[in-house]
């Protein structure tokens, strides 16, 4: 399927399926969330495929290809968000891709490494995680009519979207260009970014695994057999649609002053808050309350926050 060399850190599993679906997992896009790090590092283990000098593995259990790789091994290295403020996946911004300009910008230059692939995949799995206490999640840029059929198949209850672009105002850009945005965008309408919790929590990975593995089986991308590879049980895919709740991103709140601390209990996301509900308070006293009533979401880590830049955002639920 991927005739070019593959992007460095990207690895493929190649089924025996005459007409091969196609998935990529990706994991260590920031290179500071652990989770993802850790389920690309069990799934290549598996696969015995890090001993592969080609980085490429044939398997019978699988009719399709699994490309599975680092996303930002440069930031996976200095265990830091991405080498550049704007980072890896901020970079998936068509004129940014399009753009023959040489560029010392590493995560621009990784972008452009893994763009044709994104743009040919069937579905992209891209495993993040947040900086302060939060439920797993699934993100995607805009629900499309093909990602929103594998939509149920994941094992979450709150589904986020962004069709107004509302992260990008945190870089002052015009769109987001995350991986999810790129393939819903450009490519074959089916890129999903699975939150997994708090950075550096690692305890819901075989959860996560468990639900990629599903859903490459429900896809038709893997036989039944991967369970024995994982040492789990085939339980058949579990269908979330009724459970689970679409929202839309509205508000992004950026820090006005320095010294900021939460109010008790707003370090964490998807709480139910109410207009002028106390957020927090700054060094000098000032305090920042909530401008919208909705769901609170990605409160910045206190030790991370910046002037001007993104302190939370507020989601409303979408009207089906």
């Known amino acids: 399927m991927y005739k070019n060399n593959l992007p460095e850190n990207i690895y493929q599993i190649r089924g025996i399926g005459r007409h091969r679906p196609t998935a990529l997992i990706l994991g260590g896009t920031h290179g500071d969330?652990?989770?993802?790090?850790?389920?690309?590092?069990?799934?290549?283990?598996?696969?015995?495929?890090?001993?592969?000098?080609?980085?490429?593995?044939?398997?019978?259990?699988?009719?399709?290809?699994?490309?599975?790789?680092?996303?930002?091994?440069?930031?996976?290295?200095?265990?830091?968000?991405?080498?550049?403020?704007?980072?890896?996946?901020?970079?998936?911004?068509?004129?940014?891709?399009?753009?023959?300009?040489?560029?010392?910008?590493?995560?621009?230059?990784?972008?452009?490494?893994?763009?044709?692939?994104?743009?040919?995949?069937?579905?992209?799995?891209?495993?993040?995680?947040?900086?302060?206490p939060s439920k797993p999640f699934v993100c995607l840029s805009h629900k499309t009519r093909e990602n929103q059929k594998t939509i149920p198949y994941f094992y979450v209850d709150s589904i986020l979207t962004d069709p107004r672009n509302i992260l990008a105002t945190d870089l002052n850009q015009k769109v987001i260009g995350t991986t999810d945005y790129f393939v819903n965008t450009f490519g074959k309408s089916r890129g999903f970014c699975y939150e997994t919790g708090l950075a550096g929590d690692t305890s819901k990975n075989s959860y996560i695994i468990k639900n990629l593995l599903d859903i490459l089986v429900q896809m038709k991308i893997a036989t039944e057999e991967i369970y024995k590879i994982f040492g789990m049980r085939n339980q058949g895919i579990q269908d979330f649609s009724n459970k689970q709740t679409i929202y839309e991103l509205t508000n992004c709140v950026r820090a006005k002053k320095s010294g900021f601390r939460y109010a008790k209990s707003m370090n964490?996301?998807?709480?139910?808050?109410?207009?002028?509900?106390?957020?927090?308070?700054?060094?000098?006293?000032?305090?920042?309350?909530?401008?919208?009533?909705?769901?609170?979401?990605?409160?910045?880590?206190?030790?991370?926050?910046?002037?001007?830049?993104?302190?939370?955002?507020?989601?409303?639920?979408c009207i089906k």
């Open 33 to 132: 969330e652990l989770a993802g790090i850790e389920i690309v590092r069990t799934i290549l283990n598996r696969f015995d495929v890090l001993k592969s000098p080609n980085r490429i593995y044939k398997s019978k259990i699988f009719k399709g290809d699994l490309f599975v790789g680092f996303g930002n091994p440069a930031a996976i290295k200095k265990h830091v968000r991405g080498i550049t403020e704007r980072d890896l996946n901020r970079s998936f911004d068509p004129g940014l891709l399009k753009s023959k300009k040489r560029t010392i910008n590493p995560d621009l230059s990784r972008a452009k490494e893994l763009a044709p692939l994104l743009l040919k995949v069937d579905f992209l799995f891209d495993i993040h995680s947040t900086s302060s």
């Open 268 to 317: 964490s996301g998807w709480k139910y808050v109410q207009y002028k509900q106390i957020a927090g308070t700054y060094s000098d006293g000032t305090i920042e309350i909530i401008p919208k009533e909705g769901f609170y979401l990605f409160p910045k880590a206190e030790n991370k926050i910046k002037i001007g830049k993104s302190l939370f955002y507020i989601a409303q639920e």
